[in-house]
């Protein structure tokens, strides 16, 4: 299998982009994250060869494992691998430096910049103190950017149906986690007296109730 690998098998990419943040899959491809470039490396990649005994045939051929990379955007990146998600067709991501949100393969511009929310999100994440959660609700098919500044956070929604972000959600957890067919999220409380944490699974139970509270 393309995604077994022994330990020996490696890689070195281009250094002057910065440290690998993180690594995922997208359609069978092995993405890498740096703070200055993104690319793809090839696992088990197949070629289609000339047959060297009857000109003019056709071969299929397959590569090694990490046997070389290619980038697919420069000056874009990350600096922490929870500001990466991947959905069913799409990667996102938060890139620090240019302070943006990104759709990995899409057009030069920004989503963030695109779709005309660039100064709110700027508002939101100001520098490497904001903390980030990002989760994918694969019922409705969108994404959930969770940002928080001193405790007070706000979650952008965008819908991958239309398109489009949406109406802000009332949902400020600690971290999501994003499975296959279901969105969970985290959330600590803290009294005076008492310590709370809540595990919320989106979708289900009563509407309207989250992390033991009622929200509007």
Do not use: M
Not at 51 to 58: N, P
Not at 167 to 187: G, T
């Amino acid at each position: 299998s393309w995604s077994k690998f022994l330990y020996a098998n490696s890689l070195e990419v281009d250094g002057i982009y910065g440290a690998i943040h993180k690594l995922t899959t997208l359609n069978n491809k092995l993405f890498f994250f740096q703070e200055n470039a993104i690319g793809v490396a090839a696992v088990k990649d197949r070629y289609v060869i000339n047959e060297t005994t009857d000109a003019g045939q056709l071969a299929l051929g397959t590569g090694g494992i990490l046997e070389r990379y290619d980038y697919v955007k420069y000056n874009k990146g990350i600096i922490k691998p929870e500001h990466v998600i991947n959905t069913i067709t799409n990667l996102y991501c938060i890139d620090h430096n240019r302070k943006v949100l990104d759709i990995v393969g899409q057009e030069d511009i920004s989503l963030s910049v695109s779709k005309g929310i660039n100064s709110l999100f700027r508002s939101l994440y100001r520098d490497k103190n904001s903390v980030v959660t990002i989760g994918f609700d694969p019922k409705y098919r969108e994404v959930l950017f969770c940002i928080t500044n001193n405790g007070v956070g706000k979650t952008l929604v965008y819908n991958e149906n239309i398109n489009e972000f949406g109406p802000r959600s009332s949902a400020i957890p600690d971290l999501f986690i994003s499975l296959s067919d279901q969105l969970l999220s985290f959330k600590q409380s803290v009294d005076i007296n008492n310590i709370f944490n809540y595990a919320y699974r989106h979708n289900s139970g009563d509407i309207g109730e989250l992390y033991s509270e009622y929200k509007s």
